[in-house]
């Protein structure tokens, strides 16, 4: 929404030059200028006049400068508007007073034509924080011919029991029906995850005609409407400035329009889903909530920002963050900049400015510094989704392709906002600077030694040095992690420093670059230790061949993740090897995690053949904390392997090593789904014959199942799973199906929590 409050009392007047050459002593009007008078319910002392000029743009002046443009109109000498606006205002001017405002203010503004008869360059003004590029999809025509039935929708008879049902369906989603199982279907389904993103950008569009329609309802013209890059997302906008010729009242009508448009898409998802009752729709429900949610802070410009503009009576906030700044200075406390607003006015700018200029300036830090994780995490991502599309799509699965396309999107738009953002600000304030500093050489060259130290701090902040790096799930992610390695003391994973060690004193010289010695050096790891609490010993080290995952987590608010991929092949007479997956917590508020992934290729004559796969999530006095345990094991018995399906079976094992160091990035069921894929490839490779009697198994909550030892003369593929879904009670399974021949099992007692 592209807004600014403020309006006239009263009609506009549009300035309409008389034909005729031009004259050096008569002012001509610039095309489609008008005066709109003094703002309504404004927050300054004296309230500001408007004009809007013939671009669209409305425009502050002076009482005295608005009288002069309105006195303007094509026929009257300079000697004329004198004595015209001398009696409009009750002070004498004199021709040359006029002539030097209409000089120095009037025509550097676009509103009056050159000396010359020739039309002004208008030049928009473009704030760091608006909406740019932007790209009109609808005229200012059409756009009041596709608003204009919707204006009845802001009836008190159809508003008041319109936004009483949306509290009611909103509080139902939310607190009673929720969202779990609306997320479950849309993710199992793609297609209709697709369709409810497309409802969800159809419904962005539709905020906008609530801020148009309310603006015809209250009489007002809307404008364009169409889309661009705000920040580092992408946004619709209409152009509503015509809302400054309207009251307060109807100008935060204005305001609130989309949020209202958002509560009648929500009602009629929810009219939907009880004709069809696909829960997945219920997420676009969530999507509107959310959406007004983010429209609500009056930190920068959404519509919570020009709803505080519009009670305020303060056109343009942004534009007080100076003056407001300088009031806190005690020498400017009489200041008339400092006392312009009204003094409720700026005790509300005042609090909005401290709480706003700090988290922007802090954001901007933060920003730029951890601007190399956010690439390599960017980079990271979109490596795992473009993997995926090219498996949805070499399947044929069209719907799955596409969620996976608008993923990959969705991951770049943000990366390349961010780096627009920084390059725009930056090119923005340099230019600004430079031309302030014109014709000072002192102060030019204090601004260009500052420009070269930013530019030395930015170099430093993205040299690489271990910081391009992805985003891991055990990281805390605040701010003092942003910081740079050198500014943080000890070692850390991933970043370069340095740390004491003590070497034995046997009056041996010290190792050096050149001459290396071989060391244990013992590092710290990222916080404490989890502390063995549980009332069981804990499990013993993967033997050889063994392959094992663990996860604790004893520190309230915690997340440990314990990832253990493992490729084996045995040779020998005997196969029996263990793959594990332990997850357990004692602590609120946590996370554990435990993926083991386990390949075991027989090669040649293996005459017993006994695999263990074993999963157990447990959680130990935890309150809110989720334990999850996924154990998968592939036994698959070869001759031999050709140098063919050898490298094909080492660059899929680097791919899937590649994907167990960003398992954090997903769900527990879309980590079941990629390594259920990869045992199918890889079968694939080494025995293609074992893919038809693949078998899998649901996992039971509270019982535990394992193959029994047994020998096979002739063993086959043997995929085997078990996994310990999530536990916040008592909760932990495993499962080993097997289609080997005559395979056997027997329960085995399942892990409990003492509450």
Known sequence: MTAVTGGPDGDTQVLRAAPGAARADVPVPAPGAEVLGPQLGSGYVDPPALVRRGDGQILQLTPIVHAILGAIDGNRTYDEIAAEVSRTVGRTLSADHVRALVEQRLRPAGLVLGADGSEPELRRASPLLALRPRFVVSSPALTRRITAPFAWLFHPAVVVPVTVAFAVVAFWVLFQKGLASAAYQAFRQPGLLLAVFLITVVSAGFHEFGHAAALRRGGGTPGAMGAGLYLIWPAFYTEVSDSYRLSRAARVRVDLGGLYFNAIVALAMFGAWEAVRWDGLLLVIAAQILQMIRQLPPLVRFDGYHLLADVTGVPDLFHRIGPTLRSFFPHRWRHPESRALRPWVRAVVALWVLLVVPLLLVSMVVTVIALPRIMATTASSVSLQAHRFGTLAGHGDIAGATVKALAILALLIPAGGVVFMLVRAGRGYGLRIWRRTSGRPLQRAVAVLVG???????????????????????????????????????????????????????????????????????????????????????????????????????????????????????????????????????????????????????????????????????????????????????????????PQAKAALLALWAKISALSTQLGHLTFAQIQAELATFEREILAIVKPAALAPAATATPTAGASSSPAPSASESPSSVPTQSASPESSASASASASPSDSSSPSTSPSPSASQTP
């Open 452 to 642: 070269v130290a930013m530019l030395g701090g930015l170099a430093y902040a993205w040299w690489p040095h271990g910081n391009y790096r992805p985003i891991q799930p055990w990281e805390r992610g605040t701010i003092t992690d942003a910081l740079p390695a050198a500014m943080s003391s000890g070692l850390q994973p991933g970043r370069t420093a340095s740390a004491t060690t003590v070497w034995a004193g046997d009056g041996g010289a010290l190792p050096t670059a050149d001459h290396p010695v071989v060391a244990v050096v013992m590092t710290p790891k990222t916080g404490n230790g989890p502390t063995w609490v549980f009332p069981f010993n804990k499990p013993a080290p993967a033997g050889p061949g063994g392959n094992q995952a663990m996860a604790v987590v004893t520190r309230n608010g915690g997340v440990v993740y314990n990832v253990a991929f493992a490729l084996v092949w045995v040779t020998s007479d005997v196969s029996l090897n263990r793959n594990e997956a332990y997850a357990f917590a004692s602590c609120t508020g946590c996370r554990a995690v435990a993926i083991a992934f386990q390949v075991v290729l027989l090669v040649g004559d293996v005459h017993v053949v006994a695999p263990q796969n074993i999963a157990a999530a447990v959680g130990y006095h935890c309150v809110a904390c989720v334990t999850q345990a996924l154990a998968t094991q592939l036994v698959v018995s070869v001759d031999s392997l050709s």
